[in-house]
């Protein structure tokens, strides 16, 4: 998953993807020539003088923003940035993909300049930088932008010595093909394992290839060898309800050891089926080689991400979720606008660049798009947390809608497989007992209430592991916490 798997322009469709966003590849895009006035007169070359935004920001010791100091003026700098935006949209008037070598040739000149909190602005950066993970928890208890971690020393993240160039065939030894987008064209192709770790490993290549849809948590080699952050482990939804899951196990199987009952049994192997059937988001193996391109997007169900580079680099242009923006992707995930959504949002663009060893924390229903400048391989995960359940559930319902309506070309691919079952699950097993008989706090009880208008009881879901009936009755059980709680 890179924290960028686009769905914006959608030229393509993924054949068998599993991923959290982090990697939904594009749908195939009418490819128009370029319309009339558009000029295919190469531009002059952009200044690069003010790179200070192009590379990792530096820090003071005790700071935990970057400090930048600009090398343009900032008359220079506007004109720069102005020129370089008339050409993107000089580009996007030819109909042709986002990724394919035109675009990247333009993209890959100015890409500099995407930086709204660099240079001129008069905010302060958007992307906290911290040393390392040492006080994860401090640094990530509000959660509420971005964070880049310089090292991954006490995160928890883990990336074994063992996953490289060289060693990845016999690592994915269980997996026979892999799904790769080819740039270019945006189009994912099933590749055998052994051919696209040949050409990863060629220098010159005819296309750039990119691998983010490769969830490894049940390849055995593979999963022993990466973890996701401390973190994520902690406080992800899906990693509760396994936790309270794997307990009420322990206490169902003493409880069968005492009596035998056979309804007992009966509770075991359900709770056996739903671990097992948990889905996986969280240990994404990242391939991708130099010059790969995926679009802007919101990962799927608006899910947190995390992204560790192990070796080379991954550039993230993201925008935060205000309410405008959010209104603005909605309408071009349904097709309502047309205009590519990276010029749209121009001038709130972040660059975050991430260099090997470094790991980004982003928050949910960030929008972002991805660059790859050299040939990388890195790991990511997406995840669901009880703070960012509104947004959850909205961006859900956005991409249920695009896939009925057959908009921006999602498929059930694209769906976070499981997200309703796990949202029943998380309310039965570990939001019920949390609060009932007492008091929360204003947020808290926010959280709840959104929990009950939006879960649904329905007949059929893509994990059974809840009638209807039974799904009524956990919704029952909440109304009635929200009502108690409502008249305190």
Known sequence: MDLASGRTCRQAKIVNYNDNAMARAPQKRKQDGPKEGTSSKKPAPLDRRPSVASGAPSTSKDSKVPSRQPLLSETAYNLQKTKYRREIQNFNRTGKNMGCPEFMEVFEEGEFL???????????????IVQD??????????????????????????????????????????????????????????????????LFKKSSRNDALNVISLEVSKLKKLAKEIRAPKYVESFGIVNQVKTALEAEKQRQGRLYLESGSSEIQKNLNFLEKVISELPTYQKFLVLSTKGSFTDAHIDLSATATFFHVKTGKKVFYIAPPTE???EIYEKREKEEIKEWIGDIL????????????????????????VWTPEDTIAVSGSYLLEKYVPRHFRITKLDEYCLQNQKSG???????????????????????????????????????????????????????????????????????????????
Request: aromatic share 10%; with cysteine.
């Open 114 to 128: 995407l930086d709204s909190y660099g240079n001129y602005s008069k905010s302060e950066p958007a992307v906290k």
């Open 133 to 198: 993970g040492t006080h994860y928890l401090r640094e990530l208890e509000s959660f509420d932008g971005p964070i880049l971690f310089k090292k991954s020393k006490g995160l928890g993240v883990e990336f074994s010595e063992e996953i490289n160039v060289e060693n990845l065939e016999k690592l994915l030894e269980d997996q026979k093909s892999l799904n790769v987008i080819c740039s270019f064209t945006q189009i994912t192709k099933a590749m055998p394992v052994k051919k696209f770790l040949e």
């Open 324 to 326: 405008k923006n959010l």
């Open 346 to 369: 121009w001038d709130q663009w972040i660059r975050v660049e991430i260099s090997a060893g470094q790991t980004a924390m982003i928050p949910s229903g960030w929008i972002h798009f």
């Open 410 to 488: 999602i498929t059930m691919d694209h769906m976070f497989q499981g997200f309703h079952p796990v949202m029943w699950a998380y309310v039965k097993y570990i939001l019920l007992p949390d609060i009932a008989g007492r008091t929360v706090t204003p947020e808290k009880l926010k959280i709840v209430k959104i929990f009950a208008q939006n879960l649904e009881p329905r007949d059929k879901l893509d994990k059974q592991w809840f009638n209807k009936a039974e799904q009524s009755e956990i919704l029952k059980k909440l109304k009635s916490e929200v009502r108690r709680l409502q008249n305190q």
